[in-house]
């Protein structure tokens, strides 16, 4: 699918029209309000441009084209709300040549795989997967497979397909000796996009090292955005409004065999921003059950932080010790399972309880040491109130002051935090200006990316790209070419509700704030550095040229400090 075919769906689509399928909208200006879907709105806090094809909510920070939004209200992948846009305004879409040739081999693959499972040389394979209570149902369900030892197996299986397929899939390797399959004497599991497709392959070891062997990056997998087991369990997660997330493999699919088809895995024990955000599209919760051992308790502490961040509720499912959720439906059934899971506990009081285990806290060093660990989640903590009641909990477990264990973690966060859109600054104010085609070429030729904000940089930038290269700088030409978080913020600074009493002092205001007077101070700075070293090498001529200069850039920047922009 094509820019051309994604600018089309996006000029065809009526974006006043489908928002309000799920939000009553009033005219507001040249827009439209309404009270916001994603948060607990009272004042209606959600805009909608039609001119500009965006929406955003000054309420919760949401925001973006009407792909985004569908994505959000519906839970669905980009693709999947491209789809139904594209049907839904007569675009037709065409997969990818590239990628649909790429998806057939790879169901090449599985399909070698899953025959070489049942196959005389699959016996080991067979044995170890009927010992873990994986039977042949669930080989076919999963599509479960077997990689042979031979070495070239699948190339020799696959060789109508080419070997630079094969190479670019990852699914063989190039050596001295020329190529090799990536996967031998493993049991293959097939790694699969929302759609249930093969995108991926994860092999496990028989015997040696190491145990669990994964597809590298191609054009169709990237490590760490896919989760194990979301292609049959989204549904059940929506439903459910909670996800189960487990380390392994066989943990998704000994769970879904017991009737939990809510879970899915992070596929080893690195949960990654990419895959919290997926999971956020279709739960408001997620119970996470790692295995009981001190890798899958730091596992834990490192996924707590990186769910909230995607804005998820979590719960911690503690298990008995030793046991990971596949063993513990082997060895106690499924009714402890269900137990620990339906006990899941805060992350707040799984914290609590693990801090007297792993540290001294009737000793000092005990104390600050516990305090370090929590300071490591705080961060990722956006309630204040949930913040206070953490701090009070903390205060009695380590017999100090309440006081003194706030110091200790708030760092720059104080008591009356609240949750709230940023503020608008001068920076924002002359992104407008730009974003809009009215900062006037004169200034546009002096900027650079990096005088703005890390935040701003990939819309500044691509925004002078297309400006230099004559190419269109409309809202809906950039949104082609940002991702979520991006749209998010040009959203929010297009379609802030604010009218200038003057527009021209506000954007000279703005630009002597944002550009003119750090471009002083850094001169400044400069000259002082200068008249330190004539100062040093006593040429008392060359330190009162270089004071004057500078008593006449402090002047200057007195005059510019003193503007005030406003509405």
């Known amino acids: 699918m094509g820019k051309l075919e994604l600018e089309e769906i996006k000029q065809r689509v009526d974006i006043v029209e489908l928002i309000g399928r799920y939000v009553a909208l009033k005219p507001s200006g040249k827009g439209y309000k309404g009270r916001c879907p994603f948060h607990p709105d009272d004042t209606p806090s959600l805009y909608v ?102 070495g070239d197996a699948l190339l020799s299986a696959l060789a109508r397909h080419g070997v630079e397929e094969l190479l670019k899939l990852g699914l063989v390797l190039k050596g001295e000796r020329g190529y090799r399959d990536r996967f031998r004497d493993r049991i293959i ?20 090292e190491p145990k669990y062997l994964n597809t590298p990056n191609t054009p169709l997998f990237t490590k760490g955005t896919l989760l194990y087991g979301l292609d049959r369990a989204r549904e059940r997660i929506k439903t459910a409004g909670q996800a189960v997330l487990v380390e392994g493999y066989t943990d998704v699919i000994s769970l879904h065999a017991a009737g939990v088809t809510e879970a899915v895995s992070s596929m080893g024990t690195s949960l990654t921003e990419s895959q919290a955000r997926r999971l956020s599209r279709y739960a408001q919760r997620v119970i996470i059950a790692y295995d009981a051992d001190a890798a899958g308790e730091s596992s834990t502490l490192r996924g707590i932080g990186i769910l909230l ?52 806290l009737r000793s000092l060093k005990g104390k600050e040491a516990a305090l370090e660990l929590v300071r490591s989640l705080w961060e990722h903590i956006r309630d204040p109130l949930i913040r206070r009641e953490w701090a009070q909990e903390l205060s009695l477990l380590l017999e100090l002051p309440e006081e003194e264990v706030w110091g200790a973690l708030k760092g720059r966060i104080s008591w009356g935090e609240r949750e709230s859109e940023p503020a608008f600054g001068p920076e924002e104010v002359v992104l407008r200006f ?40 409309d809202p809906r030409s950039l949104t082609l070419e940002l991702g979520p978080e991006d749209q998010e913020r ?33 001169r400044l700075a400069e000259l002082r550095e200068r008249m330190s070293e004539a100062e040093k090498a006593r040429d008392l001529e060359r330190l009162r040229e270089l004071s004057q200069k500078y008593m006449d850039l402090c002047r200057g920047k007195v005059r510019l400090s003193g503007g005030a922009y406003g509405g």
């Open 434 to 473: 730009l974003l809009l085609g009215k900062l006037g070429q004169e200034r546009v030729s002096q900027l650079e990316v990096g005088d703005f904000s890390p935040q701003y940089q990939r819309i500044v930038g691509l925004w002078l790209e297309r400006w230099r290269e004559g190419k269109g700088t």
């Open 49 to 150: 441009s039609p001119e500009k094809g965006l929406w955003h909510c000054f309420g919760c920070g949401a925001g973006g084209d009407a792909i985004g939004f569908l994505m959000r209200i519906e839970h669905l992948s980009f693709r999947e709300a491209l789809e139904r846009l594209a049907a839904e305004v007569g675009v037709e879409l065409r997969e990818e040549g590239e990628r649909q040739r790429l998806l057939r081999v790879n169901a090449a693959a599985e399909a070698f795989f899953r025959e070489s499972l049942r196959a005389p040389e699959g016996k080991d394979a067979r044995e170890y997967l009927l010992s873990r209570g994986i039977g042949p149902d669930l080989w076919d369900a999963w599509g479960l497979g077997y990689a042979p030892d031979s």
């Open 309 to 360: 961040d995607a804005g998820l509720e979590v719960g911690i499912a503690v298990l008995p010790e030793g046991e990971d959720p596949d063993s513990l439906v082997r060895n106690q059934g499924l009714g402890q399972l269900r137990a620990a899971l339906e006990g899941a506990i805060p992350f707040r009081r799984f914290l609590l309880e693990l801090l007297p285990r792993r540290f001294d």
């Open 490 to 522: 040009l959203s929010r600074i297009l379609l802030w509700d604010v009218n200038f009493s003057d527009e021209n002092k506000a954007l000279e205001d703005a630009w002597q704030r944002f550009y003119l007077v750090p471009k002083l101070e850094k």
């Open 189 to 208: 599991f097939p790694l699969r996009d929302e759609l249930g497709r093969p995108v991926a392959f994860a092999g496990r070891a028989l015997q040696g």
